[in-house]
T-cell receptor
Framework: SQKIEQNSEALNIQEGKTATLTCNYT??????LQWYRQDPGRGPVFLLL?????KEKRKERLKVTFDTTLKQSLFHITASQPADSATYLC???????????????FGKGTHLIIQP | DTEVTQTPKHLVMGMTNKKSLKCEQH?????MYWYKQKAKKPPELMFV???????INESVPSRFSPECPNSSLLNLHLHALQPEDSALYLC??????????????FGEGSWLTVV
């Protein structure tokens, strides 16, 4: 069965360092992978999308890599700040084909804590 | 702020009640979604509407009944729910086109408590 694993339930990082979150998947061939941020009691907020033919995407302090051979994505936040503390969700999509609107399958998320 | 608006933000209902959750988006998106999220769990897909037609039902019990009156609106009708159905219900939308990936934008959710 399809499985998405995010490296840890919680990750503590000191302010200013780079936080690296991992997303591994099995029995899945996604057309794209997305990362979302979710704060307590709120809906997920889209951060970055990377397609299967792309190796790396950047947006401000965020960087995502996608290795379809390893079936892994890495999500980096550089110069981390306490405001970056949240749960980060990895999500895969595009495997079911059809018209493109096939929803996403989410990993369990990593709770990131940036300590001052 | 999200461009997907959900009402109500909080809903408490009895097991014999009938209620509805509502969702609206004005981004011109042609795909809309309902997800369910329990505490400390990831969102789980329930339904997908594509061009106002139900395209995916993830084996959701019939006590949940989705409706898409037009491309901007999505409802979730609730009837005879169980306490274990208490959760955060998230509405989302996307362009719904095949090319370029399918970024999904979420609303803030409706907190449902079944008593």
């Amino acid at each position: 069965s399809q499985k998405i694993e995010q490296n840890s339930e919680a990750l503590n990082i000191q302010e200013g360092k780079t936080a690296t979150l991992t997303c591994n998947y099995t029995n899945y061939s996604p057309a794209y992978l997305q990362w979302y941020r979710q704060d307590p009691g709120r809906g997920p907020v889209f951060l970055l999308l990377i397609r299967e033919n792309e190796k790396e995407k950047r947006k401000e302090r965020l960087k995502v890599t996608f290795d379809t051979t390893l079936k892994q994505s890495l999500f980096h936040i550089t110069a981390s700040q306490p405001a970056d503390s949240a749960t980060y969700l990895c999500a895969l999509g595009g495997a079911k084909g059809g018209g493109g609107a096939d929803g996403l399958t989410f990993g369990k998320g990593t709770h990131l804590i940036i300590q001052p | 702020d999200t461009e997907v608006t959900q009402t109500p933000k909080h809903l408490v209902m009895g097991m014999t009640n009938k209620k509805s959750l509502k969702c609206e988006q004005h981004m011109g998106h042609r795909a809309m979604y309902w997800y369910k999220q329990k505490a400390k769990k990831p969102p789980e897909l329930m339904f997908v509407y594509s061009y106002e037609k139900l395209s995916i039902n993830e084996s959701v019990p019939s006590r949940f009944s989705p409706e898409c009156p037009n491309s901007s609106l999505l409802n979730l009708h609730l009837h005879a729910l169980q306490p274990e159905d208490s959760a955060l219900y998230l509405c989302a939308s996307s362009q719904g086109t095949r090319t370029g990936g399918n970024t999904i934008y979420f609303g803030e959710g409706s907190w449902l408590t079944v008593v």
